[in-house]
């Protein structure tokens, strides 16, 4: 059973802000609408006062200082948007457990209900689907008909029917055009333009794949590697990240999943590998989605500003006790806008009650209202 995560806890973000005439820093913070279920104070406090006011005010109510002043950030809880971008090639039909295809196998889970992942978390993550794929009729390079196939049901709450209608009549097909396919998801949901209504939360793409990827404009041999790349780099140019599941075992090189797990997180030379995923049975693969969804539900903290400096001169406390910045229990700056909690902080985060989450910033890190 997919684990449900929620968040009962109070969340209080604070920006150490240089006073003067820069109106960024002049409580403005306190103007952004919060989104339901958002967490946070509904006026700037007034830290020499402790009463409602004018951030940055004087103890005396006097005009604001050149002086550091804190200033009270809201903060909301994060709804993350998960697109399952599925391979629907014809491989994806070969036996994975016992008498059940890898196809099979992914499908029911997602779709199992009422505890299956997407039945599971509906209400707290926008769930969407995209399967994918083409016709070449066997080893000729040339497409048959539209290139790439592409099946898809836009992202929302509470959106298991829809997605189940859809993957329960799907079956595979034949090609796998990933970089292709990429590049339409993005352009036929609309994820090119941001969406107003959506800030700040944050986009993830799921690739569920078991084979090397070709292009549409050869479908065979499978040469779209350098595609699949790019078209992972311009999700994530867009502030969508990828993650990458290989269904089944040696399926898919790990100098390919490396590459593409290293561009769904902006990672480039000189920087940390990526973590991905190879699921060599039900369980593995179980395991694989759940760590990925889970890890976008709860652990992340959407800011009512952007930090453009070292997030680490920053302090982080729960209840009081000081997180490392990047450290395996600490919390790290997963984007301008959005702090993760990391390993015991996250799962104090998603099972605590009445938590009080502290975030400050000193003057030389910028804070963007």
């Not at 339901?36 to 830290?47: K, L, T």
């Not at 799921?206 to 040469?223: F, S, V, W």
């Amino acid at each position: 059973m997919a684990r449900r995560a929620t968040l009962g806890i109070w969340l209080v973000l604070l920006a150490l802000g240089c006073g003067g005439d820069d109106s960024s820093g002049s409580g403005s913070g306190s103007s952004s609408a919060v989104p339901d279920g958002g967490f946070g104070n509904a006026d700037p406090i007034d830290v020499s006062t402790g009463t409602p006011g004018s951030a940055g005010a004087s103890a005396s109510g006097g005009t604001p200082s050149s002086t550091c002043a804190d200033t009270t950030v809201r903060a909301s809880r994060v709804t993350p948007t998960v697109i399952l971008i599925v391979d629907q090639s014809s491989s994806m039909s070969e036996a994975f457990e016992g008498d059940r295809s890898r196809w099979d196998v992914l499908r029911d889970f997602l779709l199992t209900s009422p505890d299956g992942l997407i039945a599971d978390l509906q209400s707290q993550v926008r769930f969407g689907l995209a399967l994918f794929s083409a016709e070449s009729g066997g080893s000729n390079p040339e497409p048959i008909g539209e290139c790439p196939m592409v099946t898809t049901v836009a992202p929302s709450l509470d959106n298991y029917d829809a997605i189940a209608n859809i993957y329960r009549n799907a079956d595979v097909i034949e090609d796998t055009p990933t970089g292709d396919a990429i590049d339409r998801i993005i352009d036929d949901l609309g994820l090119a333009t941001p969406d107003p209504d959506a800030e700040g939360n944050p986009i993830v793409f799921i690739l569920a794949t078991d084979g090397e990827p070709d292009r549409c404009e050869e479908l065979d041999p499978q040469n779209g590697q350098q595609e699949a790349i790019a078209a992972t780099e311009r999700a994530y140019s867009l502030g969508i990240r990828t993650f990458i599941i290989s269904v089944g075992a040696g399926t898919v090189s790990a100098e390919h999943q490396q590459a593409v797990a290293n561009a769904g997180l902006g990672r480039g030379p000189g920087d940390a590998n990526a973590e991905y995923w190879v699921a060599g049975d039900d369980s593995s693969l179980r395991a694989a989605l759940t760590n990925i969804v889970g890890t976008q539900l709860g652990c992340e903290v959407q800011l009512n500003g952007s930090v453009t400096g070292d997030a680490c001169l920053g302090t982080v406390t729960i209840n009081g006790k000081a997180l490392e910045c990047g450290g395996a229990d600490g919390w790290e700056l997963s984007s301008p806008r959005h702090i993760r909690l990391l390993g015991q902080a996250c799962q104090d985060l998603k099972s605590g009650e009445d938590l009080l989450l502290e975030v400050r910033f000193p003057c030389e890190v910028g804070v963007v209202f």
